[in-house]
């Protein structure tokens, strides 16, 4: 059983895109010795998904974690905000609605700009 989720992990821990996307097609053909509870959940969130997830290999302006970005704004954000981080539209709609946010509450407070 370990030796299945070290096999998964080791796909996304490759350095290159198509050795990684080879190894997981190697990795799926085997599909049936994956325990239950990782089927469940490979069905659920990798299958359809794992181009998206290996794309930062083919992009190398594409972080493989968000990390950096959490460490710029000096807090954790909850996952639903880090998804936004991972597109070029999504990161600058973030932003955008921050500066609104920030310039609304600046305004009532008695400041403009």
Same mark, same amino acid.
């Given at each position: !059983?370990?030796?299945? +989720?070290?096999?998964? &992990?080791?796909?996304?821990?490759? +350095? ?5 996307? *080879? #190894? =997981? ?14 089927? *469940?959940? !490979? *069905? ?8 998206? %997830?290996?794309? =930062? ?6 972080? #493989? ?10 807090? +954790? ?12 539209? @999504?990161?600058?709609?973030?932003? %955008?609605? *921050? !500066? &609104? @946010?920030? +310039?609304? #509450?600046?305004?009532?407070? @008695?400041?403009?700009?």
């Amino acid at each position: !059983m370990y030796k299945n +989720t070290k096999e998964f &992990i080791d796909i996304f821990n490759e +350095t290159n895109y198509y050795i990684a996307k *080879q #190894k =997981y097609e190697q990795y799926i053909n085997k599909f049936e010795e994956i325990p239950p509870v990782l089927q *469940q959940f !490979m *069905q659920k969130y990798v299958i359809n998904f794992i181009n998206r %997830y290996l794309l =930062y290999l083919k992009n190398p302006k594409i972080e #493989k974690t968000s990390n950096k970005l959490d460490n710029y704004y000096r807090n +954790t954000d909850p996952e639903i905000i880090k998804t936004r981080y991972k597109t070029r539209n @999504g990161i600058l709609s973030y932003l %955008y609605y *921050q !500066m &609104i @946010g920030w +310039t609304d #509450k600046k305004e009532k407070d @008695g400041l403009s700009l």
